[in-house]
Nanobody, 126 residues
Framework: QVQLVESGGGLVQAGGSLRLSCAAS????????MGWFRQAPGKEREFVAA????????YFTDSVKGRFTISRDNAKNTVYLQMNSLKPEDTAVYYC???????????????????WGQGTQVTVSS
């Protein structure tokens, strides 16, 4: 069983920054592909960013490219989402997710992810 706990959400003005963290339980975190998703009110959950098990490859949805970065610290069992130049349309609940079967890939759809966090609210005011 893997537990994922997000933190770092909050209220920020447009143009500001936030760093989300996702702490994972389990001794094999370093083998997991990780991802961030978000869901805005009235909308479907959407992919935001993904990272491979060793941080060697990352991928972002077009709307956040150049503004968000994803990273991980396998020694701390934590993955991060640094969000800069935030916009009101970034407002959503952000979820981290893990693919726990061994893989060298990152994943940009929700289906491969088998564990999810509870989410953290990000609100960007205009």
């Amino acid at each position: 069983q893997v537990q994922l706990v997000e933190s770092g959400g909050g209220l920020v003005q447009a143009g500001g920054s936030l760093r989300l963290s996702c702490a994972a339980s389990g001794r094999t975190f370093s083998t997991y592909a990780m991802g961030w998703f978000r869901q805005a009110p009235g909308k479907e959950r959407e992919f935001v960013a993904a990272i491979t098990w060793n941080g060697g490859d990352t991928y972002f949805t077009d709307s956040v490219k150049g503004r968000f970065t994803i990273s991980r610290d396998n020694a701390k069992n934590t993955v991060y989402l640094q969000m800069n130049s935030l916009k009101p349309e970034d407002t959503a609940v952000y979820y981290c997710a893990a693919v726990t079967r061994p893989s060298t890939y990152y994943y940009t759809t929700s289906r491969p992810y088998d564990y999810w966090g509870q989410g953290t609210q990000v609100t960007v005011s205009s």
